[in-house]
């Protein structure tokens, strides 16, 4: 399913060796069916799910380990699912997981980042026009150019950034994910962008 900027299956390193081990068909093999449900439900969303591990952990092999237990925990829970948006839905489950391996890597702590309000005087999210400069830019680079500049962001703004401008998500169906107020998506979308023009900036002022 493309992004507002980037197909979210192309964003990163091809994900067709995330899907053997992600979906977990053996996994239910006392419910066929409901493995069934499973897949036709999910298996749509494997790329938008490697893609978002991809950006958090930042780590093929990572990526893959948290897709695969992602949608393990979602089969496992699939009863309780009431749909209609599983994308959001598959999308909390595997910021848990992330958040269980950002947790075991004891030796690069993550160090807590404050949220701000945005500036004063710039135009609210919620009034700004449909194409942002940012968008303009980044047609204009390379995918390499944009995942290093996106994975170069700290988590909490990348994953705002990547949940927002890659998959397309409201700022609702973000907050329930991070589980914070709207207001703080907003500021956090607002930092991300800001720190993506500075480092388009500082990109374009190196020597060619």
């Known amino acids: 399913m493309p992004g507002r900027w980037i197909e979210a299956g192309r964003a990163q390193a091809n994900s067709t060796k ?25 298996l749509p969303y494997l790329d938008d ?19 695969q237990e992602c949608f393990l925990r979602a089969l496992k829970h ?8 599983i994308k959001p839905w598959l999308f909390a489950i595997l910021r848990n997981v992330c958040r269980a391996e ?32 940012e968008a303009q830019m980044l047609r204009q680079r390379d995918a390499t150019t944009i995942r290093r500049l996106v994975s170069a962001l700290a988590e909490p703004f990348r994953e705002t950034f990547v949940l927002r401008e890659i998959h397309n998500l409201s700022y609702r169906e973000i907050a329930d994910i991070a589980e914070v107020p709207v207001g703080t998506v907003m500021s956090r979308l607002a930092r991300a962008r800001a720190m993506l023009r500075s480092a388009w900036m500082a990109e374009e002022e190196q020597p060619k």
């Open 18 to 42: 995330a899907g053997p081990r992600a979906m977990p068909v053996n996994a239910a093999n006392d419910d066929p069916e409901k493995a069934r449900r499973f897949r036709d439900a999910a």
């Open 49 to 67: 799910v490697y893609t978002l591990a991809r950006y958090l952990l930042r780590d093929a092999t990572d990526a893959e380990d948290a897709v």
């Open 78 to 85: 699939f009863d309780s699912y009431r749909g209609p948006a």
């Open 102 to 133: 950002f947790a075991r890597r004891a030796s690069s702590p993550t160090d807590a980042i404050e949220d701000v309000a945005d500036d004063a005087g710039r135009t609210p999210l919620w009034n700004e026009a449909q194409e942002t400069p």
